[in-house]
């Protein structure tokens, strides 16, 4: 059993940044694909970034694209999510994701139904 904390939601105004982080339990940490997703109120839960387990690829939705920065660190068990030139648009409440199968390109990445294990969310709210 795998076990995802997120932590680092807030308050922050438009064209802040944020730093989440998802802590997990589980000695195979580092074979895990880590996703982040989000869910806005009303809407369904769209993807939002993913990392390779060893960190030598990256995936993003157009929405965030050069904007947020998922990085993850092996020996803390710990996925990151760098978000920066925030918008309101960004409010949601974001969670983090572990897939333990095997993952090939952003198709495989950015389906939901890839990942196993999934924390309880942390609000991330943008005021205008």
């Known amino acids: 059993q795998v076990q995802l904390v997120e932590s680092g939601g807030g308050l922050v105004q438009a064209g802040g940044s944020l730093r989440l982080s998802c802590a997990a339990s589980g000695r195979t940490f580092s074979t895990y694909v880590m996703g982040w997703f989000r869910q806005a109120p009303g809407k369904e839960r769209e993807f939002v970034a993913a990392?390779?387990?060893?960190?030598?690829?990256?995936y993003y939705a157009d929405s965030v694209k050069s904007r947020f920065t998922i990085s993850r660190d092996n020996a803390k068990n710990t996925v990151y999510l760098q978000m920066n030139s925030l918008k309101p648009d960004d409010t949601a409440v974001y969670y983090c994701?572990?897939?333990?199968?095997?993952?090939?390109?952003?198709?495989?990445?950015?389906?939901?139904?890839?990942?196993?294990?999934w924390g309880q969310g942390t609000q991330v709210t943008v005021s205008s």
């Open positions: 994701a572990a897939g333990t199968r095997s993952c090939l390109g952003y198709g495989c990445y950015a389906r939901s139904n890839e990942y196993d294990y």
């Open positions: 990392i390779h387990w060893s960190g030598s690829r990256t």
